[in-house]
C-alpha cells in the first residue's frame, strides 16, 4: 500500500504495517474528538514515525498515486478534523 504524508512524500507499506498503525490513528481520532491539542501532537508525531519506521521511500520519481494521504507533521487540528472520515485518517 503506498502512504502519502502530505509535505513529505509517499512510503511503500505491508498490509500488516497498516494494521498496526491503525491503533496509533485511533490515538489521533481520540485526541481530535477530545479537543486535546496536547494529545493531538503527540497521537499525530507517532503515527507519522510509525509509517516512516514500517515503510520504505516510494520512489519520487512515480507517478503512482497514493493509497492512504496523513496530513503534514505540523497540520492543526482543526486541519485534520477536516481530513477524518468516519474510519479516521487509516480506513479499517
Do not use: C, W
Request: proline content about 4%; charged content about 25%; glycine content about 8%.
Amino acid at each position: 500500500m503506498i502512504v502519502r504524508i502530505l509535505g513529505e512524500g509517499q512510503y511503500d507499506l505491508s498490509d500488516d504495517a497498516v494494521s498496526t498503525l491503525n491503533d496509533l490513528d485511533a490515538k489521533v481520532e481520540s485526541a481530535i474528538e477530545a479537543g486535546d491539542e496536547a494529545t493531538f501532537r503527540e497521537a499525530l508525531a507517532a503515527l507519522l514515525d510509525g509509517v516512516r519506521t514500517a515503510g520504505v521511500p516510494h520512489d519520487p520519481e512515480s507517478l503512482d498515486s497514493s493509497e492512504l494521504i496523513l496530513p503534514m507533521a505540523d497540520a492543526t487540528l482543526a486541519e485534520v478534523t477536516d481530513m477524518l472520515s468516519g474510519d479516521g485518517l487509516i480506513p479499517g
